[in-house]
């Protein structure tokens, strides 16, 4: 395998758990989980999953252990290396090996997945979630409306699927909210992790006139600070590594996901669902990043109307268009 970490964490005890097989006991009261990731947990759709986990067994609530940099073509080895080893519950993306490990589920009813998903729920044992954080993305393109100066935004993406495409189009709609005249410059790089690739798909959008970029993938903030440039961030808050360059960031918070799967589990009420609608704003799963750094350089305007936004979607008032079209470039 070519991955950098292989079973990080305490190695499980190795037991079957075929299917049909009881789940594990809770010798300890925890929960066995595991995590199987396709990128390095650097990564920042990947890390908020790792980020909730990890917070979870420092609590003591999990005995955790992770894979990071899983090919897809291992993907479903890992998959049953873990239910083979008695890991009671796996998180991961199964977005390239659907198929897969849709059938490892199957093999082992007893285990519980909860997995990065473009489809729906597989009983008994196989739920899905997605970052639905549309809503912060939506109010930080009304930040980024209002903050640039040459009307044109530029927009570096990995791949346009869903996931993607969903908070692509709600940043445009909210940048539109307040700037109709915005243009768009639209870009996906065919790749979940490659900074250098990013950054260069960024640069030839600075060059065609962006003052602002959305970073989906990393890389693009780095192009924005070398061009002295703004940034909105996706998933994480990077404004400490750029404090003059990102500007806001819609962030998501996958804790309640995760807190939800291992009460399910530890109580043995665990049954297949989309966990997607817990990445909302209503379920404390996503939020708009504090401008910090940024406070006193967004106009007051735009401050107003982002502030006025977002309460009107805590209160169920105001509603973000989930668009899963590819979004295209409006230059």
């Known amino acids: 395998m070519t991955r950098r970490a292989v079973l990080c964490g305490v190695a499980a005890v190795a037991f079957a758990a075929a299917a049909g097989g009881a789940l594990p006991a809770f010798a300890d009261g925890k929960v066995k989980v595991a995590g199987i990731y396709t990128v390095p947990i650097e990564q920042q759709w990947v890390s908020r999953i790792h980020v909730a986990l990890k917070a979870a067994a420092d609590r003591g609530d999990i005995e955790y252990v992770w894979a990071e940099s899983v090919a897809n073509t291992d993907y479903e080895r890992v998959m049953r290396q873990y239910a083979e080893t008695g890991q009671q519950l796996v998180f991961g993306e199964v977005f390239g090996v659907e198929r897969a490990a849709r059938a490892v589920a199957k093999d082992y009813p007893k285990t ?3 997995m990065g998903s473009s489809f729906k729920p597989q009983e008994p044992n196989f739920s899905v979630f997605d970052n639905y954080i549309q809503e912060p993305a939506y109010l930080s393109g ?5 903050m640039t100066k040459s009307n044109v935004i530029g927009m570096v993406g990995g791949y346009p699927i ?3 495409n969903r908070l692509m189009n709600a940043f445009m709609e909210g940048a539109k ?3 109709p005249q915005v243009k768009f410059s639209v870009s996906f790089i065919g790749s979940w992790f490659d900074p250098p690739k990013a950054k260069e798909a960024a640069f030839a959008m600075i060059d065609r006139g962006a003052d602002v970029m959305y970073a989906e993938r990393f890389g693009v903030s780095d192009a924005a600070k070398e061009r002295k440039v703004l940034a909105i961030g996706n998933v994480i808050d990077t404004q400490p590594q ?3 360059t990102v500007v806001a ?3 998501w918070h996958m804790e309640p996901s995760v807190e939800r799967a291992i009460a399910a589990v530890k109580a043995g009420s665990y049954k297949a669902e989309d966990y997607g609608p817990y990445s909302m704003m209503a ?3 996503s939020s708009l990043a504090p401008l910090g750094t940024f406070e006193s ?5 735009i401050k107003a109307k982002v502030k006025e936004r977002e309460q009107q979607i805590r209160d169920g008032k105001f509603t973000v268009k989930v668009n899963d079209a590819e979004p295209k470039s409006t230059m």
């Open 177 to 179: 909210e307040v700037n």
């Open 283 to 285: 379920h404390k799963g």
């Open 297 to 301: 350089k967004v106009p007051d305007a």
């Open 162 to 164: 869903p996931e993607v």
């Open 142 to 146: 009304m930040v980024a409306g209002g």
């Open 249 to 251: 960031s819609a962030l």
């Open 242 to 244: 750029y404090p003059d």
């Open 112 to 114: 519980a997945f909860v």
